[in-house]
């Protein structure tokens, strides 16, 4: 079975999905549960079961799809995606168990269990058209729930979202025909296996022009500055489950695409573009945190302060060395985690009051101690406060960076500051002082089936932000690996010293394994 | 003195025409059967239809063994030429025509499937299709053009709404104008080259190095032009839409496939030795029209109000996306040509049939035309299995992958990659972008807008029958598990073509 773990981990959701229509609507959401349960069940099992001291492909599948063109169906996963599979099982089951009141739930679970096929997907997809596919399947569920649940400009929001990720990744579509089509010019046979055009090392001036299609694809997605307009209204509109799992698992799906994708096979034009690309991460990063500092919705705080952070990530990824590129992996599992946790928090306070607005709230940590202390503790890490979890993966991306730049890496660490600025000023808005609305003073704290969603989510924040070494270790190797190519196939001057070589860590890591 | 014509049966290659001659006998017979005994039920000329359209298969299988073993075959004074590019697009034409005909068997009585003509134009109408696609003959490649037109013509006209009359003489005047211009382009290469076959016409034309280029670009013109009315190329293409709102949504799907296809096929043989012949001009032309089709058409469509007329601005801009196909001329885009359209044939005639589903005989007074987008608010609600089967639909012609024509489009932008045409490449897929919006917003007034009031859904479904519901379900089959079938399609696509020299 567990050759065959990554397809059953895919389809299983989507198989449990069509039998879902069968079920009667008011058990759908024990079924939701249920099966989201057993597919995290099997993601740990995935884990349980990964070797951590391989840096490459584990529990590959490989079955001829459409062999005369090269396009196979193909998976494995790593130290790099592992993590982020099992991020998307945990925040699928998280999502569904702590669904509110919603009209026509039984949709909305459905949906979801066709959204987390797609996610799965994109994550153990190691064919390029493999992913393509998953990549864009996902923008469907994702229109729906936005579209059919969400707030009143939910429309506008939910095609706006659609047709520009739809645009971006025409765009790499185009980028990955061109990098098959140099392939067959190279081998004579048509491959979209990303392993198979890890090999392939490609003169500069191509790299920066696949690179630059990659990179719109990618870039729409993350969303980086100044792509980034289609996700505040995606956010501002979509329903707390559809926000949680958008910035939870579907915002790196980007990121990941550029560790996956954009790195290894262009290093040298990563190496290139890497200033460039980390002037705006920084812009990114600052001027959304600005951005976030003058709302009054809270919603829309927590969803630019996102948008800040994914901006340390490609800051990270960037940093094209071994910290850098681990910090921002596990700043996205991280991220997921915060960022994930802070939706749920919204929509929390969004079912009992039906605002979002901040100056509606006030005092709120009288009436409601607990949520205070959960939300609290999420804005911490959000902010990046040390022994939690954003505050290692953070700290590693920048280090990372530092190695290349200083002033940059000064400029980003700087707008963490302005982090710390608007989350202090929100919580101050929403918990402190006295309870200025009369509607605010019975709010009843937060109920079980919230805890079960929120106390998970604060234990892993605090574990890991404490104890980071079973997540950092396999994605370390992993990495190292990633980097290693990279060095190797570099053929500038400049990429070659940027892109450190790291075969003399490999190299004693084996001899010592030898030793024992 | 006349010396007497001897002729051997054998040379005359007679196999050559069986294909061709099955629909008309099956015509033929279904008049006789009328003339004996009228007022009969349109289902036994739909199962008769079948029953020689089956035939027709068989014998097409019969010649793409044959093909297979000996290569191109010769028939009929060597006017007839079955080569991969005859077969193939026959075989599309054929099995399309399969899948079209069941459709008269609708809940609602509509008046001109009543008429035993209508089937036996219709058959007479696709042995003209089968004669355009298998010769190398400009004057046969004229009467098939002209059988086929005309019958289509009638078969508009015969649907009971007033706009049906205006369309079918729409049709037949721009008809007529890209007939002149096809008989006069002909004519411009018959006195360059003294002969009207096109192979002879490229022979000649390469032994004398293009002397004549004037003349040549005159005559290329003129077929350009013919070809573009009848393939609905932008600015040529007004008649479209009109057209589409006015016939049955059916007809209007079979439309936009079947003389689409049987043009693009005459269009390969004719313009593919003049790009090759590296005439500048003309490839820059077709890039221009390429370009203009599929993004002019793409823009039109975004402002509809009825989805027909959506479609049939859709179906302009898929057009000119294959057309591209033709203008990159490599082994590989005349091959993903065939497979585009094979998959655009079961999608698109799967969406037309959904709204011929939904045909009502009275329009409420709400309802502005026969399928306004208001029509399908709500759908989710109302009827949820057809919405979604509607939906795949648009997701696939958007060209959202796993989806039938995702693995099309995928196909062609990869040979404009591979041909070297990277500017054409992108505007191709920013293209499907824009076409992603009209497409999503029917999606949007079916998943998220509220129903009419009063809608109970029936509607949806008031023209069902189990005849139409199957060619729904088969084309939703197809086009969700396009993929498996891709690989071989694409092998047997990829021989023949490249068997035929193209």
Redesign the interface.
């Known amino acids: 079975m567990l050759d065959h773990i990554l397809s059953i981990l895919i389809f299983f959701p989507a198989l449990a999905a069509v039998f879902g229509f069968m079920i009667q609507k008011d058990s759908m959401r024990a079924y939701g549960v249920a099966v989201a349960t057993i597919e995290f069940t099997l993601s740990l099992w995935l884990w349980f079961s990964f070797d951590n001291g391989v840096s490459g492909m584990q529990f590959m599948e490989n079955i ?6 090269g396009i196979n169906y193909i998976l494995g996963v790593d130290g790099i995606s592992l993590f982020i599979v099992i991020l998307a099982a945990f925040f699928t089951m998280i999502g569904i168990a702590s669904l509110t009141d919603t009209p026509n739930v039984k ?1 909305m679970i459905i949906t979801l269990l066709f959204l987390q096929m797609t996610m799965i997907g994109v994550f153990v997809a190691l064919d390029g ?1 493999v992913f ?2 998953f990549w ?2 996902s ?2 569920p994702m ?2 729930i936005i ?2 649940w969400g707030g009143p400009m ?2 506008y929001a ?2 706006k979202f ?2 520009y990720t ?2 971006g990744s ?2 790499m ?2 980028g990955m ?2 990098m ?2 140099f392939f ?1 010019q190279a081998t004579g046979v048509w491959s979209f296996a990303i392993l198979d055009w890890y090999r392939l090392i490609l003169p500069e001036s191509f790299q920066l022009w696949l690179f630059a299609a990659f990179f719109v694809g990618f870039a729409i997605k993350v969303p980086m500055f100044p792509f980034h307009t289609w996700l505040p209204y995606a956010h501002g509109q979509a329903p707390t489950i559809g926000s949680v799992i958008l910035a939870a698992i579907l915002l790196k799906m980007g990121t990941y695409a550029f560790i996956r994708f954009s790195l290894p096979l262009f290093p040298d034009a990563s190496a290139f573009f890497m200033y460039p690309i980390a002037v705006l991460a920084i812009i990114m990063i600052i001027y959304t945190a600005m951005v976030a500092y003058a709302q009054k919705d809270v919603k829309q705080v927590v969803a630019y302060s996102s948008v800040s952070h994914m901006g340390v990530i490609i800051l990270g990824t960037f940093a094209l060395n071994v910290e850098g590129i681990s910090g921002s992996i596990f700043l996205m599992i991280a991220h997921g985690v915060v960022s994930g946790a802070l939706f749920l928090l919204v929509g929390v306070i969004y079912d009992r009051r039906h605002t979002k607005m901040m100056d509606q709230f006030g005092g709120l940590a009288h009436v409601m101690p607990k949520y205070a202390t959960i939300f609290g503790i999420m804005m911490m890490a959000s902010v990046g406060m040390p022994l939690t979890i954003n505050f290692v993966g953070e700290f590693l991306s920048l280090l990372g960076f530092y190695e290349q730049s200083h002033i940059l890496t000064l400029l980003a660490g700087m707008a963490i500051i302005v982090g710390a600025i608007y989350m202090l000023a929100a919580y101050k808005k929403m918990f402190f002082g006295e309870v200025t609305k009369e509607e605010n003073r019975n709010l009843p704290d937060v109920n079980k089936r919230e805890l079960i969603a929120l106390v998970p989510l604060v234990i892993i924040t605090i574990w890991l932000g404490i104890y980071p070494k079973p997540i950092l270790e396999p994605i370390n190797n992993s990495v190292e690996a990633v980097v290693q190519l990279m060095h190797n196939k570099a053929t500038s001057e400049d990429a070659k010293m940027r892109i450190p070589n790291v075969s003399g860590v490999v190299m004693t890591k084996t001899t010592s394994g030898e030793a024992h | 003195m006349l010396s007497p014509v001897n002729v051997s049966l054998e040379s005359l290659n007679l196999i050559t025409l069986a294909p061709m001659l099955i629909p008309i006998i099956g015509a033929l017979m279904i008049i006789v059967i009328d003339l004996f005994k009228g007022g009969l039920d349109k289902t036994l000329y739909v199962v008769i239809s079948i029953l020689f359209l089956a035939l027709d298969f068989g014998a097409l299988l019969e010649s793409a063994g044959v093909f297979t073993k000996d290569g191109i075959m010769l028939g009929a004074f060597n006017v007839m030429l079955i080569d991969g590019l005859a077969i193939l697009s026959q075989f599309i034409i054929v099995l399309t025509s399969m899948l079209f005909i069941p459709l008269a068997m609708t809940h609602k009585r509509f008046h001109e499937f009543s008429y035993p003509e209508f089937f036996a134009l219709f058959l007479f109408m696709i042995s003209g299709f089968q004669f355009m696609v298998s010769s190398d003959n400009l004057i046969l490649i004229f009467v098939g053009l002209e059988t086929a037109s005309l019958a289509l013509y009638t078969l508009i006209a015969m649907h009971n709404r007033d706009k049906s009359f205006e369309a079918a003489v729409k049709y037949f005047t721009m008809g007529a104008l890209a007939a002149g211009l096809f008989s006069f382009g002909s004519m411009v290469f018959y006195a360059l080259t003294g002969s009207i076959e096109i192979n002879q016409i490229a022979a000649v034309l390469e032994a004398n190095n293009y002397a004549d280029i004037g003349y040549v670009l005159v005559a290329v013109v003129f077929m350009l032009a013919a070809f573009s009315f009848k393939l609905s190329l932008v600015p040529f293409h007004t008649w479209a839409p009109d057209v589409y709102e006015g016939s049955s949504a059916a007809m209007a799907g079979y439309m936009s496939i079947v003389p689409k296809l049987a043009a693009f096929v005459v269009s390969m043989r004719l313009f593919e030795f003049l790009i090759h012949s590296g005439v500048v001009w003309l490839e820059i032309v077709l890039w221009i029209l390429v370009v203009v089709t599929m993004t002019a058409a793409n823009i039109w469509a975004l402002v509809q109000t009825d989805v027909k007329r959506m479609l049939a601005y859709s179906s302009i801009s898929h057009a000119g996306f294959v057309m591209a196909a033709i203008l990159i001329g490599t082994t590989q885009s005349n091959s993903a040509l065939f497979l585009y359209w094979i998959l655009f044939s079961f999608t698109n005639l799967g969406s037309f049939s959904m709204l011929w589903m939904s045909r009502q005989k009275h329009l409420p007074d709400h309802q502005a035309s026969d399928h306004s987008y208001d029509k399908f608010a709500g759908m989710i609600k109302t009827a949820p299995v057809a919405a979604s089967i509607m939906a795949l639909f648009m997701l696939s012609l958007a060209g959202l992958p796993p989806f039938a024509l995702f693995w099309g489009k995928l196909y062609i932008i990869s040979s404009a990659v591979t041909g070297g045409y990277t500017v054409l490449a992108l505007i191709m897929a920013l293209n499907s972008a824009i076409a992603g919006y009209y497409y999503i917003k029917l999606i949007v007034y079916m998943f998220m807008k509220e129903p009419v009031l009063g809608n109970d859904g029936h509607m949806y479904v008031s023209n069902a029958t189990l005849a139409l519901k199957s060619i729904i379900g088969f084309a939703a089959v197809g086009t969700i598990f396009a993929f498996v079938i891709i690989n071989p399609l694409l092998e047997f696509i990829t021989t023949f073509v490249y068997n035929s020299g193209y």
């Open positions: 001829p799809l459409i062999p005369a063109f949709n058209i393509y596919v864009e399947l923008l469907v229109l729906y579209g059919a939910r429309i939910s095609v659609f047709l739809f645009a025409l765009v579509l185009v025909l061109f098959a089509y067959y």
